[in-house]
Nanobody, 124 residues
């Protein structure tokens, strides 16, 4: 089992940047592929980015490709999401999640553990 705690959310103007962190404890962090999801009010939880167990392969939703970067530091048991050129439509609660498979999925059903979420608000 693994426990996940997100941090780094906040209020930022359009065009700005934020870096989210997800600290993991419990089972060996390198055993998990990881993902970031987001959920806006009244909408489903959507895939944002995923990264393989080793951190060598990353995957992105089309809506964030070229603006967001996911990374994984197995030595620090921490997952990151660097978000640049933020837009108002990026406003959501962002969740990190752990997937026991080698390569992360893009469906919420693929993930075994979830953090509590961190709010990101982008003003226009």
């Amino acid at each position: 089992q693994v426990q996940l705690v997100e941090s780094g959310g906040g209020l930022v103007q359009a065009g700005g940047s934020l870096r989210l962190s997800c600290a993991a404890s419990g089972r060996t962090f390198s055993s998990y592929a990881m993902g970031w999801f987001r959920q806006a009010p009244g909408k489903e939880r959507d895939f944002v980015a995923g990264i393989s167990r080793s951190g060598g392969s990353a995957f992105y939703a089309d809506s964030v490709k070229g603006r967001f970067t996911i990374s994984k530091d197995n030595g620090k048991n921490t997952l990151y999401l660097q978000m640049n050129s933020l837009k108002p439509e990026d406003t959501a609660v962002y969740y990190c999640a752990a997937d026991l498979r080698l390569v992360p999925g893009s469906s919420t059903r693929s993930y075994d553990y979830w953090g509590q979420g961190t709010q990101v608000t982008v003003s226009s």
